[in-house]
């Protein structure tokens, strides 16, 4: 009995050391781990942030997941009593009673809505579903959807012709505009329009139509980003004109003057190609209007609605009341909506000599002459509404699941519309208000969202450095789960790392992510940034024939005259599938005389046909280039043998590779 | 039975010792909240100086004192009654810690005291063999305050340095000829200073701001030449920043001036132009409302009152006392802490970078009789006596120059022929490690950079460093 005893005692203390070893011995682990994973950055050593929130399926993912609504823009029914506002997230359009201030009900739409018109009597409701690539015609009094039209890939902003005959949609993965005979139900015709469209705007005589296009054009390597606004004449539906604006980025949204005199456009000026030496004073980005008058001359100038120590950032809507005086602006970086006078800027416009105007457009200074007000809103104010008498105005919150009622008179926020999302902010909400807020740049210069828009990437070569060495073309966030490490030089090893301390200290330049709105960024990234559907891959997930060919080249293991092609030097060594990166690095022979000495992380490939321009610092506007011009020496793989024909196919193959399909499956 | 009863016993007096104490512990800590604390000086003191500081910045048997501002006579408590003077009261973030610059025997030097105001214990910070005075809290438990230098080849001045609240990891952070008093620290982190220029020739008094590393100093704002900040400013809720401004002459006080923290430069408002130049010290309330320092016509000492500068009327008299100004008041509550700003400074280094994107942008008039189109062809780089060098301006007007960290230069445009275009524009200084951007020389402050590639930046930068004799060695200033 007693040597039981002992034995107990014995069992007992050894176990109570061996436990506390272990717990020590792994705790240590875990700090070492934690410390290499965020690259030093303090955060407690906990495993549920990293290894459970960021989980997209299974059953963390379907647990931790809440059914957002996400208002993005919305209409007005033209006696001003109901609202009809897109749910991004909900896939649904939901009808708001303005008077009970409530949604009276929720209408199923296609995938990722992004826009609705009304017809002129408020009858019929188009909305733009983005992922679906359709367009649901709504028959509004009872709610039903009566119609959906096929459209192009992408579709976002509508606009509808004075008659109702014709809609204007604009497709912003097809980049392309599709017009759409209302009354056959047919497209009609399809229009070539800048790099992702997505806006369209009617002139008020209904003779013009504006579509503005969110990127810049392809421009010569090192050269400011010259955006388009792509101008349709509305009787021969052809187009007129791609009005360039020079140094402006971002074209979210259009609007004319009731008069029609003027049309303004919301856009970023970016500071890509200065060495980001510094962020004061607007170095990097700075935000505004374009102006563009409505006659032969067609002179354009821009205009900035930043302050010299503080910025606005990601200017999303515009709206003018009916009187023509007053301007609202969305600045969906900075949680405001910004007040200008329109004749205020009118004066300037017109009055200015061209030198005037190239001053203009660089002069934070210059807003005190026409901004009015700046009215504190929700998260992520996006889309806007006006009433018909011009008295209200509604603010879709993107991020609180809410309207904001302005009165245009006083400017003032008087109430406010719940529209009945989960309440509560989740881990992955806050981590999206987080990458949509430029809160946590120095004086609110830019967001997360204004170099990544939509989580994807602006195409655009920064010298962030700020030496002109190292020159980093931006890449795109979706679809990062499992696909470590990052950035062109692969130096880190998680997004941990990425959104971190260095993040602020070169980047940002104010104070760092706190750890839990680190653990929520990182979740966000990874759970809720996706590639829209591949529009190259058949629905039916079979290549084609040129796909299939271009699949065997990429796979091939012996060039065109039979020399065998050792496997370091095969496509598919460096991008095998899953993700089509084997997360190594490599030399592919691109290093620029201003680089440092690096090799390069081998990217993902899903979805590679929206990243133009490619390699690491941007110098190869098509796919094509980097096997025709950067590859002299068959460093990034062996391709020099192959036939235009054969390089055709390749690339076909290349645009229709996707990301993983399970996790499409949400 | 017994046991388990003792134990309960036993239990429940923890309980009751520990949850005393926590009664008794916490509401001490926050006992001060809602005071009003303020220095008092005598109200016959006279006389000051920017450079020295004189009796402006070490008047004689000053105190710092707190009141309840709901009944003020009652309750008025000197917290520096050890000290042979103290003034520059300021509270921490979380309204729990004062922090002040004091003098605890006369002929002393004035050092950085901290005092819990929970128990009021002082605790000194600084330990100089010089003065030092105006501290601010930066957000990440440091200091920012000013010491008198007076072994310079400049005479005597103010220069900020940033501490630990230990004393320790003393950091000096401004390095050019000028005399700064360190002001506030704005919400997006950077510390405000009020700086004059001493060399070669006496300037305006200015606010200049800058990083708590010292990287980045810039103007924040300056008005005519006679126009001079005197006291401590405050950034309110609203995104002004406020402050009382005087003529330099420095009669009777100033008016209290509004500026807008994202456009400081152009938005100057006189908020008490009514009332004469009568004001001393402002500081914002959370209602929109200012507590001020006023001194009456025809009386001799500052009162503390209440002021509404929308309607411009005062509110009720908070304090007064006619042998001694009520000064800098500040009221004992949890306000915003300013974001803690990374910082780029390797002090492994000696060298830091300059890239000026277009020399020929410029307000600054150009020399003599220099045409104002002359395009300038070279920079010239000067410190306090010497000429560095010169380096060529690229066709876009760009330059890109490494120079010494931590010494004053100041530069001038130079034409082909070797005539000065433009210039000398102010002093500015590099950190080590600091990589520094202008638009122009002397631009016009509200303009930012067209975005393109400068020339300058695809050669490597032109070295100029200082003459030995100008680089600044630490404790050596």
């Known amino acids: 009995m007693k040597n039981r005893k002992r034995l107990f005692i014995i069992a007992g203390t050894l176990s109570l050391i061996i436990f506390l070893v272990v717990l020590g011995v792994g705790h240590r682990w875990s700090s070492k781990h934690v410390y290499y994973i965020t690259g030093g950055q303090p955060h407690p050593v906990d495993c549920i942030p990293c290894h459970v929130n960021t989980q997209r399926s299974g059953f963390a993912g379907r647990f931790l997941k809440k059914h957002y609504l996400s208002p993005l823009n919305i209409a007005v029914s033209p006696d001003g009593r109901q609202l009809y506002v897109i749910a991004q997230e909900g896939n649904a359009l939901l009808v708001v009673a303005t008077a009970e201030r409530k949604v009276i009900s929720k209408i199923g739409v296609g995938e990722r809505p992004h826009s609705v018109v009304l017809s002129r009597n408020g009858e019929i409701g188009y909305v733009s579903n983005q992922w679906s690539n359709t367009v649901s015609v709504i028959h509004l009094s009872d709610q039903r959807i009566i119609d959906t039209l096929n459209v192009g890939s992408g579709p976002s902003g509508l606009s509808l012709g004075p008659k109702g005959i014709f809609l204007y949609v604009a497709n912003s993965y097809s980049n392309d505009i599709s017009i759409l005979n209302l009354e056959s139900g047919h497209e009609i ?40 606004v792509t101008v349709i004449d509305a009787i021969s539906q052809q187009v007129v004109q791609r009005k360039n604006l020079s140094s402006a980025h971002l074209l979210e949204n259009v609007v004319f003057t009731p008069t029609g005199d003027l049309a303004f456009v919301t856009l970023a000026r970016p500071k890509n190609l200065i060495p980001a030496t510094q962020i004061e004073r607007g ?49 969906a970086g900075a949680d405001y909506v910004t007040v200008f006078d329109v004749e205020a800027v009118r004066t300037l416009f017109s009055e200015a000599t061209p030198a005037n105007l190239a001053t203009y457009a660089n002069d934070l200074d210059l807003s005190s002459r026409y901004v009015i007000k700046r009215i504190p809103t929700g998260p992520n104010p996006k889309g806007l509404a006006v009433s018909t008498d011009g008295k209200r105005l509604y603010v879709a919150e993107r991020l609180a699941d809410r309207i904001a009622v302005i009165d245009t008179e006083i400017m003032e926020i008087v109430e406010t519309i719940d529209l009945g999302g989960p309440g509560e902010e989740s881990m992955v909400r806050r981590g999206r208000r987080l990458f949509n807020s430029a809160e946590n740049t120095f004086q609110g210069q830019f967001s997360c969202s204004t170099c990544h828009p939509d989580g994807h990437e602006d195409g655009l070569t920064y010298d962030l450095t700020g030496t002109g060495r190292n020159l980093a073309n931006v890449q795109t966030l979706r679809d990062l789960s499992g696909t470590s490490p990052f950035k062109w030089n692969g130096k880190n090893v998680s997004i941990y790392m990425q959104c971190g301390m260095r993040f602020s200290k070169f980047l940002t330049r104010t104070e760092s992510y706190s750890s839990e709105d680190l653990d929520a960024l990182v979740a966000f990234i990874k759970r809720d940034l996706s590639h829209p559907p591949n529009r190259y891959r058949n629905a039916s997930g079979e290549l084609t024939p040129a796909q299939l060919r271009g699949k065997a080249i990429f796979e091939r293991t012996q060039t065109n005259d039979g020399r065998s092609i050792p496997s370091k030097d095969r496509c598919n060594t460096c991008h095998p599938p899953p993700y089509f990166t084997n997360r190594q690095k490599s030399d592919v022979g691109t290093l620029a005389a201003t680089d440092s000495p690096v090799v390069f992380d081998s990217p993902k490939l899903s979805n590679i046909y929206e990243s133009a321009p490619y390699l690491h610092d941007g110098r190869a506007a098509t796919l094509e280039e980097i096997w025709t011009k950067f590859n002299p020496e068959d460093k990034h793989g062996i391709a020099n043998d192959l036939t235009k024909l054969q390089l055709n196919d390749m690339v076909e193959y290349l645009i229709s590779l996707e990301a993983e399909p399970s996790w499409k499956e949400e | ?134 501290p601010v809290y930066l957000p990440d438990d440091r200091i920012v305050f000013s010491r008198l230098e007076t072994d310079t080849s400049l005479g005597v001045n103010h220069t900020l340095y940033t501490s630990t609240l230990n004393g320790t990891e003393v950091k000096r952070i401004t390095f050019h000829p000028h005399s700064n008093f360190a002001s506030t620290v704005l919400q997006d982190g950077r510390i405000l200073m009020i700086s004059r220029q001493l060399y070669p020739s006496p300037g305006a008094v200015t606010l200049i701001v800058l990083r708590p590393d010292g990287t980045k100093a810039e103007l924040f704002y300056k008005n005519r030449e006679d126009d001079w900040p005197i006291s401590r400013s405050w950034e309110t809720d609203n995104g002004r920043v406020v402050f009382v401004e005087s003529d330099k002459n420095y009669s009777s006080g100033g008016n209290i001036v509004s500026i807008s923290q994202g456009r400081p430069l152009n938005s100057r408002k006189v908020l008490t132009s009514e009332f004469k130049e009568n004001f001393r010290s402002v500081f914002p309330l959370p209602s929109g409302n200012f507590i001020v320092s006023y001194r009456q016509p025809g009386v001799d000492s500052y009162a503390l009152l209440e002021f509404d500068p929308i309607e411009k009327r005062f509110g009720r008299l908070i304090y007064s ?16 802490r300013p974001k803690k700003l990374p910082s780029i400074v390797n002090e492994q280094k000696t060298t830091g970078w300059l890239l000026c994107l277009n020399s020929d942008l410029s307000d600054l008039p150009t020399t003599g009789n220099v045409p104002s189109l002359t395009k300038s062809k070279k920079i010239q780089v000067f410190g306090l006596n010497e000429v560095w060098g010169e380096v060529p301006i690229e066709e876009d007007g760009s330059f890109y120059i490494e120079i010494t960290a931590d010494t004053p230069v100041r530069f001038r445009t130079v034409s082909e022929n070797g005539q000065v275009v ?56």
């Open chain 2, 1 to 134: 039975m017994r046991g388990r009863r003792s134990i309960i016993i036993s239990v429940v007096i923890v309980l009751i010792i520990g949850l005393a104490g926590i009664f008794l512990v916490s509401p001490e800590e926050e006992s001060m909240k809602g005071m009003l604390i303020f220095s008092q000086v005598p109200a016959d003191v006279t006389g000051m100086d920017y450079r020295t500081g004189g009796n402006w910045r070490y008047p004689p048997q000053a105190r710092i004192v707190a009141v309840n501002p709901e009944k003020p006579a009652e309750t008025l408590t000197v917290l520096t009654g050890e000290f042979y003077s103290a003034r520059a009261p300021e509270i921490s973030y979380d309204a729990k810690r004062l922090l002040f610059s004091g003098q605890r025997k006369k002929g002393e030097p004035w050092q950085i005291w901290e005092m819990g105001l929970g128990n009021l214990q002082a605790r000194q910070v600084t330990s100089n063999l010089e003065n030092c005075t105006d």
């Open chain 1, 189 to 228: 015709k399809r229009l070539a329009a800048g790099r992702n469209p997505c806006s369209v705007q009617f002139s008020p005589d209904g003779k013009t139509v504006y579509v503005t296009n969110l990127l810049s054009n392809p421009a010569p390597f090192r050269t400011s980003p010259v955006s388009e």
């Open chain 2, 422 to 477: 433009r210039g000398p524009s102010s002093w500015i200084w590099v950190r080590p490690n600091e990589r520094r951007g202008c638009v122009g020389c002397h631009e016009a402050r509200g303009l930012t950079a067209e975005n393109q590639v400068p020339l300058a930046i695809n050669k490597p930068p032109v070295s100029l460093l200082a003459p030995l004799s100008q680089h600044f060695v630490e404790g050596n200033p």
């Open chain 2, 321 to 336: 006392d006619s042998d001694f100004h009520a000064l800098e008041p500040v009221m004992v509550a949890e306000r915003a």
């Open chain 1, 283 to 331: 170095w990097m980005m700075t935000y505004g209007v374009g102006v563009i008058e409505q006659n032969k001359e067609g002179k354009a100038a821009q205009f900035l609605l930043d302050e010299p120590n503080m910025s606005f950032a990601d200017p999303y809507d515009i709206v003018i009341t009916p009187d023509g005086k007053l301007a609202f602006v969305t600045q």
